[in-house]
């Protein structure tokens, strides 16, 4: 039987029924984290969005018939700035906060993608595409940069639909005097001694960040897919600068046929900001009581997140939260003896249906009383599992791995004379029931005291 799977994409703006390239080999990329700061909850909507529909397209075509890709962008400018501010070196930066990425998303329930590529084990394959782009007439170097000349493409500004004036003041174009034209973007970008930087045949230096995306997804998806994903602010000039490298690099006229976007994310009615003081990452959100006062689980997040349609704004409050956990208590009580079943066609359907999860809940909300055993197999479906279900709060204990990230977090500070920040470490880790103890030799030991 022929999945009917319906996707709004991007590309045409309409709902469009999915068709892989291969039912054997359907592949989805969506663009990951640049590990320079713990992850914000804007951050989790797309993993969680893009999370459902993994496990949806794993439903439909096989486990083994899907791969998903999912980049760490680990050479970025915010991230030597912040090296240098921590006194870290770039990979203790990236090392450390990506492993506290991996352990938030894992706690949102979301399955490991497939391959979780690194920028910085693709400096090769990136070289290949920009030695391709200038030898077919689509980039240029210039004074230690390359760059994409973006009259070079036709078709260029096709994802964003946006008119030229609009999208030189969207890509915040910096006019150098090198570019022939103020909407070439770099793909290539000198490095000062004291930057990350590899060897080129333009020099010594460093990627921009789009074709890293491009150089990833080709190595690990090919030339052409079927998914690409993100949120609705990498639309441009990111994934529409993707779309330009990987066509004129290839000749083709497509990259990936499915551009799906997920919308904005706000916090208690207001944009979020670090000014605005209403910051919160999903670590804070998971493991302090920063936010609404207590501490939530990743089901809740995930559940909350998922009411409102991926594709629509959300504003993100923690009585959206409160409700999520109450719901989430009621489906533990109805489902507590049950083993699970089939997840329903019905569920399938509307989940089918560009991810309709307003119109999937609503027949989760019949099953509770009808049928809990497929209640339960719906719900592992999504990735909220019995586990999480039936979790008891008070059992709601620190991952070691997540402890030792606090603790090293803790002496890289201390190393940096930055007390406030390792008084805050530990202050965080006393509220978790975790006692620290700093021995002369300048190590540091921990026990669990709950
Ligand atoms: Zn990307």
């Known amino acids: 039987m022929t999945p009917n799977l319906k996707l709004y994409n991007t590309l045409s703006r309409a709902k469009e029924t999915f068709v892989p390239i291969d039912a054997k080999n359907v592949r989805m990329y969506v663009c990951g984290p640049t590990v320079y700061d713990y ?8 993993m969680i969005v893009f999370d459902v529909l993994f496990r949806l397209l794993r439903h439909a075509y096989g486990a083994d018939h899907v791969k998903y890709v999912r980049n760490i962008t680990d050479v970025d400018d915010k991230i030597n700035a912040r090296a240098a501010e921590r006194g870290l070196t770039i990979r203790e930066l990236t090392e450390r906060t990506n492993a506290v990425f991996q352990d938030d998303v894992k706690a949102l329930g979301c399955l490991e993608p497939d391959e979780q590529p690194r920028a910085t084990e693709h400096i090769a394959e990136m070289l290949v595409l920009i030695d ?6 689509h980039a240029y ?21 946006r008119p030229l004036d609009e999208m030189i003041a969207g890509a915040r174009v910096d006019v150098a005097s090198y570019k022939r034209d103020e909407m070439d973007f770099v793909l290539w970008k000198p490095s000062k001694d004291n930057e990350p930087g590899w060897d080129s045949p333009w020099g010594r230096g460093r990627p921009g960040w789009h074709i890293e995306c491009s150089a990833m997804s080709w190595k690990h998806l090919g030339e052409m897919f079927d998914i690409h994903g993100g949120g609705i602010d990498l639309v441009f000039p990111h994934h529409e600068n993707e779309i330009a490298q990987t066509r004129c690099a290839f000749g083709h006229n497509v990259m990936a046929n499915y551009w799906m976007h997920n919308g904005f994310l706000q916090v208690e ?13 999903i670590h804070d959100l998971l493991h302090t009581d920063q936010f609404g006062g207590r501490k939530w689980s990743g089901a809740a997040l995930r559940l909350a997140m998922l009411r409102t349609h991926y594709r629509q704004p959300i504003d993100f409050t923690a009585r959206a939260l409160e409700e999520a956990d109450k719901t989430l208590d009621e489906w533990a009580k109805a489902t507590r003896n049950c083993k699970a079943a089939q997840p329903t066609d019905e569920f399938v359907a509307a989940l089918s249906d560009d991810l309709n999860f307003a119109k999937a809940e609503a027949h989760l909300h019949v099953l509770r009383r009808a049928d809990p055993a497929a209640l339960l197999a719906n719900l592992d479906l999504i990735g909220v599992k019995r586990a999480e279900l039936l979790a008891d709060d008070d059992g709601d204990q620190l991952p070691a791995a997540q402890v030792e990230t606090l603790v090293n977090a803790r002496l890289a500070a201390r190393a940096a004379k930055n007390w406030a920040e390792s008084d805050r470490i530990r202050d965080e880790l006393a509220a978790q029931g975790v006692v620290l103890k700093d021995n002369k030799d300048g190590t540091t030991t921990w026990e669990m005291k709950r």
């Open 269 to 281: 009615g207001e944009k979020m900001s670090k000014s605005a003081g209403n910051f919160v990452t």
């Open 132 to 137: 391709r782009l200038i030898a077919r007439g």
């Open 39 to 46: 992850a914000h909850i804007g951050n989790a909507r797309p």
């Open 141 to 161: 170097a210039a004074d230690g940069h390359v760059l994409f000349s973006t009259p070079s493409m036709r078709e260029y500004g096709a994802l964003s639909r």
